[in-house]
């Protein structure tokens, strides 16, 4: 079965950190972009951060750079998502998806497709 499946969401208190993983079964994640998107209660969804194919670039949005860092093994078929500095801002549920990728390596967060969906991982960022 062809599958995106995340973990490790939680609940932290500001200025702490949690890794998300994203792992892919049934097919071959290095060959596809992946993008972690975000929604918040009452919000519309957001990107905030990508990875190309291979060993692609990366792209992240304004408000997470700095703080949020993607990554990939694709030994383990697996994309992870460092969040540092959490703040209560970045509450919501964690997304992965992916993509065929560009043979050039780039993402991009201005997608509203995608070829593969995770379930979500909820992260909630409170004192």
């Known amino acids: 079965q062809e599958q995106l499946v995340e973990s490790g969401g939680g609940s932290v208190q500001p200025g702490g950190s949690l890794r998300l993983s994203c792992e892919a079964s049934?097919?071959?994640?290095?060959?596809?972009?992946v993008s972690w998107l975000r929604q918040a209660p009452g919000k519309e969804r957001e990107g905030v951060s990508c990875i190309g194919r291979g060993d692609g670039g990366t792209y992240s949005a304004d408000s997470v750079k700095g703080r949020f860092t993607i990554s990939r093994d694709n030994a383990k078929n697996t994309v992870y998502l460092q969040m540092n500095s959490l703040k209560p801002e970045d509450t919501a549920v964690y997304y992965c998806a992916a993509v065929w990728g560009e043979s050039d390596g780039t993402c991009t967060l201005s997608r509203a497709e995608y070829d593969y969906w995770g379930q979500g991982t909820q992260v909630t960022v409170s004192s």
């Open positions: 049934g097919f071959p994640l290095d060959y596809y972009a």
